[in-house]
Structure formats: C-alpha cells, structure tokens
C-alpha cells in the first residue's frame, strides 16, 4: 500500500460516507416510498459500486498489514452484504426473491458482528481507530440483529418504538465509515516524506483513481436525480396527510373498536350526507396503504359523490408495518376491521350493500377480505394488489372489478392477472382493467374509469 492507494481508498470511503448520509436525510424525508422511485435503482447501484470498491481496498489494506482475522472476516462480510443488497434490489424490481430478505439480513448482521470481533481481539486492535471501528460495529450490529430476533419471535416488529430505534441505529453506520477513514489519515501522515513512488503498480493507481472519477460523478448525477424525485414524493406525502386531516374531520374525529382479547382499532366512520336515520346505506370499507390515507374515501367524499352516492364509508387506520392480509412480512389485521364492521351498531347500514377497496396495501387487504369472508361484502374493487389464487373458487359470486399498471415494478401485474385468471377458471365473471402505460401509482386512471361508481353502487349481495 503507498500514499496514493491510501488517498483513494479514503476517497471512496469519503463516498460511502456521503451517500449513507445523503440516503438517511432523503429516508427520513420521505420513508420506505423513497425506495420505490425510479431514481433510487440507480443511486442503490452507484452506492454499492462504492462500497464494494472501498471494501475491496480494505481488504488490500488488512492483507499488507497481516491482519489475517479480519481480511478473511472482512471478505465474509463483503459477500453477505452484497448478497442482501442483491435481494434488496430484487425485492424493489418485484422480484420473488423478497422472502430472502430476512434471512439474507440476519446472516449480514452476524458476519458484521464477527467483522467487529476481528477488528476489536485480533492484531488490528493496535490501532486505536480501527479498534474504535470495530466496537461500534459490534454495538450497532448487536442492536439491530437482536431487534430482528425480538421482533421476529415476540411478534413485536410493527412498534414504532422498535422501529424507530432500528431506523435510527441502521443510519449511524456512517460513523464507522468515519472512524475507518480516521485511521488511514493518521496512517498517511505517517508516509509522509517517505518516498513510495515505486512501491505497487502505477496502472492499478490509476484504474482506481479513474473508477473513483467515475462512480463519483454517477453517484451526483444520480443523487440529484434521487433528491428531485424525493421532493416530489415528500409534497404528495404531505398533500396525502391533509386529505387523511379531512376525513377525520368529517368523520367527527376516530373511534375505537376493542375485539375480545382488548386488541384495538382505530376507524373512521362517515356518515351519508343529509343522511336520514329511517333510510338504509350502503357501507363501502376504504382500504388505506398507511395512516387514514385512502384514495377511494377522498373520492367518494367530494360533494357531487356524497349526493350521487349516499353511503357510509368506514376506513380503518393502517399501523406502520402492518396490512390487511396477503403481503408477507406484514402483521394482518384483517380479522380485527371485519370484526369492527361486523359491529358496527349503525341500522342506517344496509348489510346486503357492503363493498370493499383498496390500493396497493389496501388492494391486497380487498382481495383478502372477500376470500377469507365471501358472504360479507356485495362487490369489489381491488387495485394494485393480489390475492391467494386457491382462494378463487369462494369468490366467483362476487361481482370484482380490478385495476392494474402493465409496468407496475413494487407489485408485479402477473399477481392481479393471475387472480382473475384463477375466478375465470372457477367459473366467475371479474372484470379487470389494466393499463398498458402505467406503474403502481394508478389511482387517477381508476378514478376517471367511466361507470366505476354506477357499477359499484348497483352490486347487491343476494
């Protein structure tokens, strides 16, 4: 190792450091939807471009200094976070390998963790700041795998306590980046006078320093990019948060339903304009993708719907990290809302007239709540979500309308084309709507769908 591999490696360690808190900052603006824009695939690879090349450098750095346990730590550790990045990436692409993840997690935690060990028993600990690097990769890796255990087997995952501590503890990797970059600058202080100008190939020199250029210039152009999108997605976060602050209003504010077991939900219950208690309404169950924020109860709220349309609209609020059935990873709640509809003491409600919607999460909750409780619910309008195709046969008598993106990369198409394939084949009549030049953001093509709200309020449950 001369001078001029130990200012490139310092550069690219400089470079991880940036986009790890570059990242932090846009994740905390705007949350897991920041993975989905289009922008984040390219910043994800340019930053994994980065790590891996300053990994690669460090694993020089241990080899030239003989520090055996933590090269050869070191390269496990490289190859197990590089495996679960793949399956990030693949995960975000609508990929089959998300169920993975997890695992792919747990075993990258532990590699880190032995990584830490190497850095804090072996020979490398005669370096203060490698020293210091490895005890607080220890400290972080040991608090975000023993949330992963906790979470995993006390069922406690969805906490926002838990969450927080994970998000937060997941973010302060940076600072390891920084004590590692520490011990280099110390290291070339060292060097300096001494002349090593023959010391390693100059053309690796130079291949490295190109790459740096390279991916640094990528790495701005994409992160520009990222922060573009990001401002975007934050501005729709915040327009999103409103309207939810608007059916809270009109419903007068939350309630709460306790099931037998004194579990709790939160919903929103809106009556029918001039609504008449001596009438009955149909109920039409909005299925939120987070917080009250339900596009379909936005629609059917505006004055001309409320008058075309009399109906009550229920939408129950959707905890961070849980849904409504159908997507793994996620605690369902689907039992706990159809139980809170179930006792829903209204007489205004007519029973045989109860629908369900929903997008993207609440799309999925609508197929599951139709397939796990057929008799309940008169129609349906899942959007952007899939369903249990075993579960097909039980729902042929329900009048389905589905609603999908052709190019949609967070919920592949294949799930709502094999759903209706599947009530098909079981002899039932759905219909769906697929948009050959839309993504998973189809909720203003739905909303303009001629006859949408004619044909769901003409569904009656026999």
């Known amino acids: 190792m001369n001078k001029n591999l130990y200012i490139i490696l310092i550069l690219f360690l400089g470079l991880s450091v940036a986009c790890n808190i570059t990242n932090s900052i846009f994740y905390l603006q705007a949350g897991v939807p920041m993975l989905r824009l289009h922008a984040y695939n390219t910043w994800f690879i340019m930053a994994n471009i980065a790590f891996t090349i300053g990994s690669i450098l460090l694993l020089k750095y241990y080899y030239y200094r003989n520090y055996l346990f933590a090269f050869f730590s070191g390269i496990i550790g490289v190859i197990t976070t590089l495996t679960q990045s793949a399956i990030l990436y693949n995960a975000l692409?609508?990929?089959?390998?998300?169920?993975?993840?997890?695992?792919?997690?747990?075993?990258?935690?532990?590699?880190?963790?032995?990584?830490?060990?190497?850095?804090?028993?072996?020979?490398?600990?005669?370096?203060?700041?490698?020293?210091?690097?490895?005890?607080?990769?220890?400290?972080?890796?040991?608090?975000?795998?023993?949330?992963?255990?906790?979470?995993?087997?006390?069922?406690?995952?969805?906490?926002?306590?838990?969450?927080?501590?994970?998000?937060?503890?997941?973010?302060?990797?940076?600072?390891?980046?920084?004590?590692?970059?520490?011990?280099?600058?110390?290291?070339?202080?060292?060097?300096?006078?001494?002349?090593?100008?023959?010391?390693?190939?100059?053309?690796?020199?130079?291949?490295?320093?190109?790459?740096?250029?390279?991916?640094?210039?990528?790495?701005?152009?994409?992160?520009?990019?990222?922060?573009?999108?990001?401002?975007?997605?934050?501005?729709?976060?915040?327009?999103?948060?409103?309207?939810?602050?608007?059916?809270?209003?009109?419903?007068?504010?939350?309630?709460?339903?306790?099931?037998?077991?004194?579990?709790?939900?939160?919903?929103?219950?809106?009556?029918?304009?001039?609504?008449?208690?001596?009438?009955?309404?149909?109920?039409?169950?909005?299925?939120?993708?987070?917080?009250?924020?339900?596009?379909?109860?936005?629609?059917?709220?505006?004055?001309?719907?409320?008058?075309?349309?009399?109906?009550?609209?229920?939408?129950?609020?959707?905890?961070?990290?849980?849904?409504?059935?159908?997507?793994?990873?996620?605690?369902?709640?689907?039992?706990?809302?159809?139980?809170?509809?179930?006792?829903?003491?209204?007489?205004?409600?007519?029973?045989?007239?109860?629908?369900?919607?929903?997008?993207?999460r609440g799309g999925y909750g609508t197929w599951q709540f139709i397939c796990k409780r057929p008799n309940m619910f008169a129609a349906a309008i899942p959007i952007s979500g899939g369903g249990n195709t075993q579960l097909a046969s039980k729902i042929v008598n329900i009048p389905v309308w589905a609603f999908h993106g052709a190019k949609d990369k967070n919920v592949s198409v294949s799930v709502s084309r094999d759903m209706i394939a599947a009530i098909k084949k079981a002899g039932g009549h759905p219909r769906y709507t697929e948009f050959p030049d839309q993504e998973h953001n189809i909720w203003d093509p739905v909303s303009r769908t001629p006859g949408l709200l004619a044909w769901l309020f003409a569904q009656k449950r026999k």
């Open 93 to 360: 692409a609508g990929g089959s390998l998300v169920v993975y993840y997890a695992p792919a997690r747990f075993i990258s935690l532990s590699a880190v963790i032995l990584y830490a060990i190497s850095l804090i028993f072996s020979e490398a600990r005669k370096r203060i700041w490698l020293k210091l690097a490895g005890i607080s990769s220890a400290i972080i890796g040991a608090v975000l795998l023993s949330i992963l255990i906790y979470s995993r087997y006390a069922h406690l995952v969805n906490t926002n306590i838990l969450a927080k501590v994970y998000q937060w503890t997941a973010m302060a990797g940076w600072l390891v980046l920084v004590l590692f970059i520490m011990n280099f600058l110390s290291e070339l202080k060292l060097l300096k006078g001494v002349n090593t100008s023959n010391k390693g190939p100059k053309a690796i020199e130079s291949i490295f320093g190109l790459v740096w250029i390279i991916t640094f210039v990528f790495t701005v152009l994409s992160g520009a990019s990222l922060a573009s999108e990001n401002s975007t997605e934050v501005y729709w976060q915040h327009y999103n948060a409103q309207q939810a602050q608007l059916l809270v209003n009109l419903a007068g504010g939350p309630k709460v339903f306790f099931d037998s077991k004194r579990d709790s939900l939160h919903y929103l219950l809106i009556k029918p304009l001039d609504f008449n208690p001596k009438k009955k309404y149909p109920l039409v169950v909005c299925l939120p993708y987070g917080g009250y924020e339900a596009a379909a109860a936005e629609l059917l709220t505006v004055d001309t719907n409320r008058r075309l349309y009399p109906a009550f609209i229920f939408v129950p609020y959707c905890l961070q990290g849980t849904g409504w059935g159908g997507i793994p990873g996620t605690y369902d709640r689907d039992s706990l809302a159809c139980e809170a509809i179930s006792a829903l003491a209204d007489s205004g409600i007519d029973v045989n007239r109860r629908y369900v919607t929903g997008v993207s």
